[in-house]
């Protein structure tokens, strides 16, 4: 809770940085077993947590759909890795795993730390900045409590939420899921 969620994120993915580098380079089988245990305790951690941030950071309308796609980008990752297996070694999908951890961290280091969390901490100025981030509306007035489970732009119309359903924002909190 003192740190957020974002960090708590980039902070837990060096356990499966370094359970990566781990399988990468594994000549026995100690080392592939601890590399296994450290990549499986940061999927566990981001399991808990990527939904936890998701929920904080979408709009009401958008929660169930970010909470499914963990759960999709969860079952597509696995099949991928089995699809891939099949034609290449355990250290080339180490690589890609590291890639994609690579990948999400860079994603995450561009993303704020989710509005009601920095409202809770007393950092108004930065929650409105993020709600402008996520909301893409006007930051005067769109977050004014921390209490609020389903943290909304105020004064938004049906056409406005609509609109934004097809732009660049919606997609934003997908890309923790990686």
């Given at each position: 809770?003192?740190?957020?969620i ?6 837990f ?5 370094v ?12 080392s ?8 499986g305790?940061?999927t ?11 929920s904080?950071?979408?709009t009401?309308?958008f929660?169930k759909?970010y909470g ?10 696995l099949?991928?890795?089995?699809v891939?297996?099949i034609?290449i ?5 180490a690589v890609?795993?590291l890639?994609?951890?690579?990948f ?6 561009f ?18 900045k993020a709600?402008?981030?996520?909301y ?17 732009p105020?004064?938004?119309t ?16 997908l890309?923790?899921?990686?």
């Open positions: 809770e003192w740190l957020g974002k960090s708590s994120l980039i902070l993915s060096q356990f499966g940085v359970g990566g580098l781990l399988l990468v380079w594994a000549n026995d089988g100690v592939m077993t601890i590399g296994r245990v450290l990549a305790v940061y566990s951690l981001c399991q808990s947590l990527v939904p936890v941030y998701n904080e950071v979408s009401y309308s929660k759909f499914g796609m963990l759960g999709v980008s969860i079952r597509c990752g099949l991928s890795s089995y891939l297996g034609w070694g355990y250290h080339w999908l890609i795993y890639v994609l951890i690579v999400m961290n860079l994603n995450l280091v993303l704020p730390e989710s509005p009601k969390w920095l409202l809770k901490k007393g950092l108004t100025e930065k929650a409105e709600s402008e981030y996520f893409n509306i006007p930051i005067s007035g769109t977050v004014t409590t921390a209490t609020d489970n389903n943290i909304t105020q004064g938004t049906l056409r406005h939420k609509i609109t934004n359903y097809l732009k660049w924002p919606v997609l934003r909190p890309l923790v899921c990686c």
